[in-house]
């Protein structure tokens, strides 16, 4: 059997709050990035637009800047900033996914008995 690493990255605040950023708020960024709204984004994964609302809302309050650009009707776009934060996001989620796939084998069994000297 081959273990396989899975782990979400999640920034909190000091206070513990709900909201910072998260895989939930990259996934509906990106929904954002692609359909330019975000009610469409929130209805494409199966979320309500006023819990998308919300976790936007708490997101930028606690990191002190915006992360949309809302145009009314016309939708919403990423600020620089969003796209910065989501760009960085990924990365670090890039770069830890890449550090578990190197490192997964050690929990295998050979692996485990051979540092022990068994």
Do not use: C
């Amino acid at each position: 059997m081959t273990i396989k690493p899975k782990t979400r990255l999640t920034f909190i605040s000091d206070e513990n709050l709900p909201g910072a950023f998260g895989h939930g708020i990259a996934l509906l960024m990106e929904g954002v990035e692609q359909e330019h709204s975000l009610n469409r984004a929130a209805k494409r994964m199966g979320m309500a637009y006023s819990k998308a609302w919300r976790i936007i809302k708490e997101a930028e309050a606690q990191l002190g800047y915006e992360l949309l650009a809302r145009d009314g009707a016309r939708g919403s776009t990423l600020t620089p900033q969003g796209k910065r934060a989501l760009e960085v996001y990924r990365s670090i989620q890039q770069e830890m996914d890449e550090l578990l796939r190197r490192r997964a084998h050690e929990l295998e069994a050979e692996s485990v008995f051979d540092d022990q000297g068994k």
